[in-house]
């Protein structure tokens, strides 16, 4: 079982969907708060379609996305601990959406995607890491570069 990460910072739609394809991956969990895009192709719909058409399934899970009251916060006082704290507090209260997830990831090779480019910087990890507990699942991070698996737990926590 695995479980992937993406970001789609820097990305255009094609490699986008040649990344996912590459990795396999057979679903999308879209864990952003407010899944709309300036970047073509990357809101809600039309990714959902262009996901679509590439025979990868896509689900929207906004329980899973950052609440904006901390990103505001972060956005003022660049507390990466602050966010971290925040968000796991929020992400404990999150259990329908989790086990949503879980259950993706048991039926076959699932993404979890939001915006940041660089994993180490993006809830998306923090949401992947809770369900990879619950799965037992091997987790990875696409990235332009390729597939980084994901082995320091607590990389994140700093």
Known sequence: ???FTIGYEGRTIPQFLQDLEKAGVRQLVDVR???I???????????????QDSGIAYRHLR??????????????DHDWSRYTQKFHQH???QQ???????????SGPTAVLCYEAEFTRCHRTFV???VAERTGARMCHI??????????????SA
Do not use: N
């Open 33 to 35: 708060e407010a899944p």
């Open 96 to 106: 329908p959406a989790l086990e949503e997830v879980r259950a993706l990831v048991v």
């Open 63 to 76: 329980a899973l996305g950052c609440p904006k009251p901390v990103r505001d916060r972060y956005k003022l």
């Open 37 to 51: 895009s300036r970047k073509q192709g990357f809101s809600k719909y039309d990714l959902a379609e262009a996901l």
């Open 128 to 130: 992947a890491r809770a």
């Open 91 to 93: 992400l404990a209260q």
């Open 1 to 3: 079982m695995i479980l």
């Open 143 to 156: 990235t332009p570069a390729g597939l980084v698996e994901d082995r320091i737990p607590d990389a994140l």
